[in-house]
């Protein structure tokens, strides 16, 4: 078994953990970040894959759970593209796209306006940032990656700041990158308060500063209902991952340590012979214990 250990701060066994979902499995729903979480941090985003069997470990946990959601940065088609023929539900761009069906992506309608001005923001970070920055346009939001070359971060930043207050954008940071993305009340918290209604369990994988207004929603709650389970995993990350580890119930050392986790809590978990498949937008309708 992987590296493991529990928070101080929220004592929980990994055996206790795995025998409540266990009781919970027809009604859970497991997150995943993919940066980060799934994926090793890379300097050309477009070259990033999963780590060695992520893909077989998700796929077998999707036939022992309701669901599997991916919770990501990365738009729609770039996480499809990384999991082909997975019965997976998949978030992009912070919750901004979304696909319930393969095929079939939503836009968060409030974030359309926002398209525009993106695309212009694209273009003029690539005029006017020096050439190491790398410009990531997803559509609804552009990324300035400075991994290649860390003693830019000042000047990214400077720069992204001041678009920021005149375009009335928002400010997403992460792991050597800062995001510009529309001004909605749209993240990973949001996405994840949606999804788990209905549900009386939910694991989140996450790595990143991003990743924390999940944790939050899936502490509140549990504080709220406390037969709800609630389960914070935190994966290994040495530039922005303290607060992410404080946060958590259980602590994984980086993405290579999920595929034999996740082999781990399939061993708890007997396939499931069918699944209740009553959804509204993607969201459970009825409820089990």
Known sequence: MPPLETAPAHPLSVTGALSATAARA???VFFFDFDGTLAPIGYDPDEVQPVPGVLDAIADLATRVRRVTLVSARPVDFLRSRFPGIPLTLHGLYGLESQYKPGETVTYPPALPWADVVASLARRAKRELPRDVLVEYKRLSVALHYRSAPDLRDTVHAWAQEQAQRHGLREQEGRMVIELKPSVQRDKGSVVAEEIEGFSCAWYFGDDLGDLTAFRVLAARQAANPNFLGIRVAVGNPETGAEVAAAADLHLDGPAAVPPFLAEVA??????A?????WTLGRA???EP
């Open 26 to 28: 027809r009604n859970c």
């Open 267 to 272: 061993l708890s978990l007997p396939r499931l």
């Open 274 to 278: 069918s699944l209740p498949r009553s």
């Open 285 to 287: 309708t009825d409820q």
